[in-house]
């Protein structure tokens, strides 16, 4: 183990001796090696284990791309708000200004009903 110079000789240690090696060398020090511990970890487990690994994968992943979503949908929600909120102020200040509601619509958006609501 302590011979091992390079990457490639310590891939090569770690698979030839997977089977005994309680924990892998060198995780610290290298993601792949960390990524490598992490799947014979996986592999290393009951039917059943892995059975109960896959469901709790599955339910975080789940739970994960529902909250993901949720908050992409609730970005486009506040945007289009916001941009709602800015035509109402823009058509407050064209009504104030006397401009007709047919080109505070054109410019704004907005319906004629909600223009002259304001």
């Known amino acids: 183990m ?3 110079e ?3 000789e310590r891939w090569i240690y770690i ?3 997977m ?3 309680e924990r892998m060398p060198w995780a610290a020090q290298n993601a792949v090696f960390r990524r490598l511990a992490e799947v ?3 592999s290393a487990l009951s039917k059943e284990e892995r059975i109960k690994y896959d ?3 599955k339910r975080y992943r789940d739970t994960y791309n529902a909250m993901t979503g949720a908050e992409l949908k609730g970005r486009a929600e506040g945007r289009a708000e916001g ?3 800015k035509a109402l102020a823009s058509a407050c200040s ?3 200004d006397n401009m007709p509601a047919e080109l505070i619509a054109k410019y704004t958006g907005l319906s004629i009903e909600t223009i002259n609501d304001l």
Do not use: G, P, Q, Y
Request: proline residues 0%.
């Open 94 to 96: 064209m009504k104030a």
């Open 55 to 57: 469901r709790a994968l």
């Open 83 to 85: 941009e709602r909120e």
């Open 2 to 4: 302590d011979e091992c």
């Open 40 to 42: 014979a970890e996986v």
């Open 15 to 17: 698979l030839k001796n």
């Open 6 to 8: 390079n990457h490639f």
């Open 19 to 21: 089977e005994i090696l």
